[in-house]
């Protein structure tokens, strides 16, 4: 409990930490909202009258402060781009990207943890080779690479899913898994190649320790020494790996979701940075990266869970 | 390096090597096919891209051919041509060198950004360490190709851009690999030695401590270069890095979108540039991994 609180109170820092480097991030660095909204030949004095009633010549602390606020209380501001409120146009988004980024994690755990054992139990033999080449061709190849080998293969050539567009999975459960299974597959196929190589390198530990041959020597089934006695233990830093890789998912769903037209976070993301839109990058770099915050403690704690022998206090 | 350094003396023990033991492992490292292919792989890359641009004009890659558009790989066109009849042959060559460009020099500056961060926290501990990492911690929270994507379009898209933006993201993972290496380092009794001997605190930091991590350090730029050249090609293709006509994998991907299906050469032909290279950078980094870590016994027969 104690380990919670602690857990919890370092989480409300770290999101205020986070947020001030969203905001400074986009206050430092060149690029003037008032412009982006009037355009370059707009008179300056209307651009000073806007500034001013924006804001904009408040000090950074001040700005920050009624960013926050505003923020806190549900006010999200409005997208230059959409003419929307934000806090409307995410809301619609984080549904999308949700179901992918849970098929993608589904598609990679259950390709990665099979590969990974086979590739440990068959250490060098084919079967580890065929194993370890896939992974490493999985992290060599860029994600969007392979969005549109799956588009040629699965969409052009056999007709099979849709290529772009998403279906909310309330309004029609099988479509809405048709329109995301390719952009999944793209997305969760360098998370797999990585927890592949992950999981035979914690296999192949596991499997040399004691325990694992008086499992052996004690009459037990192969399949019930590697799946129950092994794996049990090997998982542990699988898990860690597949906390840490989500990082690079949160980041891959901006290009892929792009590729696919898959209007999810991602893709609002990437149409703020194509625009310029300050507001709207703010919400969305913040929104992303305090669910990757959070979604690292859930992974802590299931790391607790599998593992019994970590002890936080 | 080890000469003019406080060497540790018991190299096993440490698990730091010898400079010999080193050298002996990384003889017989390149020797199983994964170093061996690796280390082929990235030298063929780094010479197309340091020799092509002394070859090849950027012209010739930029020279529109209406006449030929789309054509596939033939004697005249050795891999074809793209959407406006540009020699894929000539732009996939030259591509080397803006992809080994940025990633170079964006590693390059996660290291000048990334080490001192990590040596300063690793060395002074206490209240530096703690308002290091608490900033390191609060970056880390951002996905590196959020952060490279945000900052590229902020400052502007453009290839120097995109190299100060992957450069930026990459430098708090760095500092973290920094910081526990001198952390490991810096508790070691020859660290104490130097103390006792007089040394200033800065000679401590360049002649003890810089050249014992710079191993690990040399493994993660590997890996990170890796990294870096899908960073760019990542930026490139959303539009957020290299800018058309200078010659760019991510570029020619992206260009490929819209005739995947009359002609998949278009896209199979850089694809294949970064796969190799990706590839080549990562075996490499894998071989040295093992190498520098004297746990690690070698699998292969063949090597022994």
Sequence with gaps: ?313 | MATESFSPQTAASTGLGSEQRVRRRLLRMFRTPKGLIGLSLVVLFSLTAILSPLFIQEALSTKINVTARLAPPSPSHPLGTDQLGRELSYRVLLGARTSLMVAVLAVALSIVLGLPLGVLSGYFKGWTDLSLMRLVDTLLSFPVLLLALSISAILGPSVRNATVAIGIAFAPYLSRIVRSETLKVSSLPYIEAARAQGASDLRIITRAILPNILAPVMVQATISVAFAILAEAGLSFLGLGTQPPTPSWGLMIQASRDYLDVAPWTALVPGTAVALSVLGLNMLGDVLRDVLDPTFIFESAGAQ
Excluded: C
């Design chain 1, 1 to 313: 409990m104690t380990y919670l609180f602690k857990r919890l109170s370092l989480l409300l820092l770290t999101l205020l930490l986070i947020s001030v480097v969203t905001f400074v991030l986009t206050k430092i660095l060149p690029g003037d909202v008032a412009i982006m909204i009037l355009g370059t030949r707009s008179h300056p004095e209307t651009l000073t009258a806007l500034r001013q009633e924006l804001g904009l010549n408040d000090p950074l602390v001040v700005q920050y402060g009624r960013w926050i606020g505003d923020l806190l209380q549900g006010d999200w501001g409005t997208s230059l781009r959409f003419k929307e409120p934000i806090a409307k146009l995410l809301g619609q988004k984080i549904l999308a990207s949700g179901v992918i980024v849970v098929l993608s994690l589904l598609i990679a755990l259950s390709l990665a943890i099979p590969l990974g054992v086979v590739g440990a139990v068959r250490q060098n033999r084919w079967q580890d080779t065929v194993s370890s080449s896939t992974a490493l061709l999985g992290i060599s190849l860029p994600d969007f690479f392979w969005g549109m080998v799956l588009i040629l293969l699965f969409s052009r050539w056999l007709g099979l899913l849709p290529s772009s567009g998403f279906v909310s999975p309330l309004e029609n459960l099988w479509l809405s898994i048709k329109h995301a299974l390719l952009p999944a597959i793209a997305l969760g196929l360098s998370l797999m190649a990585h927890l592949t190589r992950m999981t035979r390198s914690a296999m192949l530990e596991v499997l040399s320790q004691d325990y694992i041959r008086v499992s052996r020597s004690k009459g037990l089934g192969e399949r019930m020494v590697v799946y129950k006695h092994a794996l049990r233990n090997a998982i542990a830093p699988v898990i860690t790996v597949a906390g840490l890789q989500l990082g690079y998912l949160f980041g891959s769903i901006i290009v892929v979701e792009s590729l696919f037209n898959y209007t999810g976070v991602g893709w609002l993301t990437y149409q703020a940075l194509l625009n310029r839109d300050i507001p709207l990058i703010q919400a969305t770099v913040f929104v992303i990266a305090t669910v990757f915050m959070l979604s690292n403690l859930v992974v802590d704690l299931v790391y607790k869970v599998l593992d019994p022998r970590i002890s936080f206090e």
